[in-house]
T-cell receptor, first 108, second 116 residues
Framework: EDQVTQSPEALRLQEGESSSLNCSYT??????LFWYRQDPGKGPEFLFT???AGEEKEKERLKATLTKKESFLHITAPKPEDSATYLC?????????FGKGTKLTVNP | GAVVSQHPSRVICKSGTSVKIECRSL??????MFWYRQFPKQSLMLMAT?????????EQGVEKDKFLINHASLTLSTLTVTSAHPEDSSFYIC????????????FGPGTRLTVL
């Protein structure tokens, strides 16, 4: 069975303190690795799709990378507005398999 | 681009009544939409896959007679919770599949259902 595991479950950072979130997956034949951001009481907001090992994508302070077994979401010099739950999912045209998410809190 | 809306954003109903939630893709056509529910502090759980012009495919354990899904057009899918009970109270979120490329799913803002 396909599984997506995210770590840590929760992460507290000071503003400006860079860190990384991890997403590991056990899937034969990856059909896309997706990162979403979810704020409380809202639907997930699409961030990135990664498809091939070695692929990297960036958006503002966020950078997502992919290896054959895991993906990282690097957050550089985070700001309080980056506080959210970050969800990783594996899938494609079929259903997405979500991890449980990492709740990120960035303190000013 | 790739905007998905949901209506209503919040609904409170009495036990035994039915509630309809609409999901619309505003700037693209979506032959496939998905319905999820999310309990507090938990991740999204897929309920069903909705395909335009055909019957929805439900995940194991989801009652298809209780959660009626209709995907009547390429931009609209509806979820009707029939004879709602307090245990159906949850956050319901839809997504629409942007076909082609990597087939990303774009999510609506969610609907908070509270059944009294």
């Amino acid at each position: 069975e396909d599984q997506v595991t995210q770590s840590p479950e929760a992460l507290r950072l000071q503003e400006g303190e860079s860190s990384s979130l991890n997403c590991s997956y056990t899937v034969s034949g990856l059909r896309g690795l997706f990162w979403y951001r979810q704020d409380p009481g809202k639907g997930p907001e699409f961030l990135f799709t990664l498809y091939s090992a070695g692929e990297e994508k960036e958006k503002e302070r966020l950078k997502a990378t992919l290896t054959k077994k895991e993906s990282f979401l690097h957050i550089t010099a985070p700001k309080p507005e980056d506080s959210a739950t970050y969800l990783c999912a594996q899938g494609g045209s079929e259903k997405l398999v979500f991890g449980k998410g990492t709740k990120l809190t960035v303190n000013p | 681009g790739a905007v998905v809306s949901q209506h209503p954003s919040r609904v409170i109903c009495k036990s035994g009544t039915s509630v309809k939630i609409e999901c619309r893709s505003l700037d693209f056509q979506a032959t496939t939409m998905f319905w999820y529910r999310q309990f507090p502090k938990q991740s999204l759980m897929l309920m069903a896959t909705s395909n335009e012009g055909s019957k929805a495919t439900y995940e194991q354990g989801v009652e298809k007679d209780k959660f009626l899904i209709n995907h009547a057009s390429l931009t609209l899918s509806t979820l009707t919770v029939t004879s709602a009970h307090p245990e159906d109270s949850s956050f319901y979120i839809c997504s629409a599949l942007l076909a082609g490329g990597y087939n990303e799913q774009f999510f609506g803002p969610g609907t908070r259902l509270t059944v009294l």
